[in-house]
């Protein structure tokens, strides 16, 4: 493509035109890495916030043993996790999901 325009124009019209093109795609690439670099430190300061969120929020959950038997402590410290905390399970049960999902569109099917 270059060869081509450079056979339509002048010598100097060519370089100006390079010159131009160059310049633009440098600042395109300034912009971009500006960007992303903003983006990093907005994520990188929202980790921050996040972290020292949940630090905070497992030292205000405090658990109270009402047992007479007492709690061990690997619950313990599962219990200090706080309400919302909750494990994500290993294994996803795609057929169960499927087979109840399949039930209930026949049903479904049925009222309509």
Request: hydrophobic share 30%; glycine share 2%.
């Amino acid at each position: 493509m270059n060869n081509k325009l450079q056979e339509m124009m002048s010598p100097e019209d060519f370089k100006t035109i390079k010159k131009i093109t160059e310049k633009s795609k440098e600042n395109k690439f300034q912009a971009e890495k500006r960007r992303l670099k903003e983006k990093f430190e907005k994520l990188t300061r929202n980790k921050n916030v996040t972290t020292e969120r949940t630090r905070q929020t497992k030292i205000t959950h405090e658990v109270i043993d009402l047992t007479k038997d007492g709690i061990d402590e690997d619950v313990k410290a599962y219990l200090k996790l706080g309400p919302n905390f909750s494990e994500t399970p290993k294994v996803l049960p795609y057929e169960r999901i499927i087979i109840e999902t399949e039930k209930m569109c026949k049903i479904i099917e049925k009222e309509t």
